[in-house]
């Protein structure tokens, strides 16, 4: 197999898994009461009064009085599925849509300063920003090793003409 087609295969892999977290990332987005319930109850009263306790309790609340407000979320959860859908344009030409994963890489590094302003502001405890800064993190490493692959490609074939 030549360079070129072993570096499409290894974009075309990274880039369906970095769709695949994008997809369930926002997936997790709609179901928060189920999920967050299914981690208390295994928990037991480990946490009851600390932050998983306190989102817990506010979650409940939240859904019987004021269930609209998780229409927010359901947003939150397209928005990552469109987002998914944008990076198809690489699978079909990784060296046009370089531009994708510049895109990418922006916004993955964009979440570390968003979660510690915002979590900041909102009263998020520095683990839980934390948690949320690895999904910046997890996504740069493929784009990064992407957006390298298809500058090399794009090489390759400025040496063929």
């Known amino acids: 197999m030549n360079r070129e087609s ?15 977290g994008l997809f369930l990332s926002g997936a997790t987005a709609i179901p928060l009461q189920f999920e967050v319930d299914q ?3 295994y928990l037991g009263n480990m946490d009851a009064t600390g ?3 306190k989102v817990h309790t506010a979650l409940t609340d939240t859904e019987t009085r004021y269930p609209f407000l998780f229409y927010g979320t359901d947003w939150l959860a397209f928005g990552h599925f469109v987002i998914a859908l944008v990076f198809i344009g690489v699978l079909r030409d990784p060296v046009r849509n370089r531009w994708l994963f510049d895109f990418g890489l922006l916004a993955c ?3 570390i300063p968003y979660a510690f302003v915002f979590g900041g ?5 520095v683990w839980w920003r934390l948690i949320d800064c690895s ?7 493929p784009l990064w090793f992407c957006r390298r692959w298809a500058l090399e490609l794009e090489w390759l074939a400025c040496d063929k003409s």
Do not use: E, M, S, Y
């Open 6 to 20: 072993i570096l499409r295969r290894r974009i075309r892999w990274l880039t369906w898994l970095f769709i695949l």
């Open 39 to 41: 981690i208390t109850h």
């Open 51 to 53: 932050w998983l306790g």
């Open 109 to 111: 590094g964009l979440v």
């Open 121 to 125: 502001l909102r009263g998020i405890p």
């Open 135 to 141: 999904f910046g993190v997890l996504g740069f490493l």
